[in-house]
């Protein structure tokens, strides 16, 4: 799987399990990375590996298992800080993070700025480095995380936040779910050609296993019905599937979200 490389970092893809991704970060030309969202040790391992990289740091977005559960195995090959979300129970976390905390990795240069993003877990953070965002299961590409443990007032204030970063930014979540989150959002908004066009670009890269992950936010504000709350049509959709009418955003969020909860 082709890698992404960025001008002063590159971030290296890792599938894991039926659809997560985990993400090594590091500086170009150097041998130490980062992993991010390690839920399953022995893929990372193979990773850092046929990289030739040497692991100096793991960062967690939530408490979920496909998250953490490599966590103890990559601990004992390489004692490593573990950096992650304060008000969730992340195993061996020794630096525990919350909003504008910023994360600067020894060895790298790199500097992560925190945000915090509860909705799909209470505790839930994305990291921001550069231009890129590493969200985990707070927004995917078409679509967003359950709401597990926040409420919809949370997840839509999270999603808010991400919406305002500019229009460049990279979105790297941690499931490959691109093409099933379309086929919902092409459902909400049928003649939307934004839709249409990411959902055929969408089925040739898969029908070629390729990832459809990172996605920008430009391409999210287009076509994702969880960041389009705010549009007519979108608000039209939820009316008619709620079966009244919705008079806020958080109101149209709370009733797409449960919409595709039931298709799920």
Known sequence: MPDTILPMFEVHTIPAFNDNYIWLIGQTDSPFVAVIDPGDPEPVIEALRLHGKQLNAILITHHHSDHIGG??????????????PAGEDIPALSHPLREGDTVTLEHHGLELHVIDTPGHTSGHICY???????????????????????????????????????????????????????????????NNPDILARQQQVQSQ???????????????????????????????????????????????????????DTLD
């Open 71 to 84: 966590i103890r195995t990559l601990l004992e090959r390489s004692p490593v800080p573990v950096y992650g």
């Open 206 to 260: 898969r029908q070629q296993d390729l990832a459809t992950v990172p996605s920008t936010l430009s391409v999210e504000l287009k076509t994702n019905p969880f960041l389009r709350s705010s549009q007519a049509v979108v608000r039209e959709a939820a009316e008619r599937f709620a079966g009244h009418p919705l008079n806020s955003e958080v109101a149209v969020f709370a009733t797409v979200r449960h919409w595709k």
């Open 128 to 190: 921001l480095l550069e231009n890129s965002l590493f969200c985990g299961d707070t927004l995917f590409a078409g679509g967003c995380g359950r709401l597990f443990e926040g409420s919809p007032e949370q997840m839509h204030h999270s999603l808010s936040k991400i919406s305002a970063l500019p229009a460049d930014t990279q979105i790297y979540c941690a499931h490959e779910y691109t093409e099933d989150n379309l086929k919902f959002a092409r459902i909400v908004e049928p």
